[in-house]
């Protein structure tokens, strides 16, 4: 089963971390990529884009309202939630004062998906 990792987190609490804590959870992260899971940090730059009604908006803010910045987002591949939230529980946001939000998604091969 695969997972959207959604990860949350200030760079100021990043850069409160220690060196060593830093090189230890990006050595985790390091593990996950290891797995083939994909993982990646985002940039501050946001655009966001709707066109409801044919009309199209763009605004350089996000669509959202969130505690924490996104600061990136993985796919993992997972048996379940539990194994999930193993897998993201040492993560930098994780474990730097932000949060990893976890969804499954459907696979397009996947009995039950939209479309299938």
Request: with cysteine; glycine share 6%.
């Amino acid at each position: 089963m695969k997972f959207l990792c959604l990860a949350y987190g200030s760079e100021a609490d990043w850069k409160r971390l220690s060196k060593d804590e830093q090189s230890e959870l990006l050595a985790h992260d390091n593990v996950l990529k290891e797995r083939g899971d994909y993982m990646a940090a985002v940039k501050l730059q946001v655009t966001t884009v709707t066109n409801w009604d044919h009309d199209l908006k763009t605004k350089d803010a996000p669509f959202a309202r969130l505690e924490h910045p996104l600061a990136g987002f993985s796919v993992i591949e997972a048996n379940d939630l539990d194994e999930a939230i193993a897998l993201v529980a040492n993560t930098p946001c994780a474990r730097a004062n932000g949060a990893i939000e976890i969804r499954p998604f459907w696979d397009q091969g996947d009995a039950g998906a939209p479309g299938a």
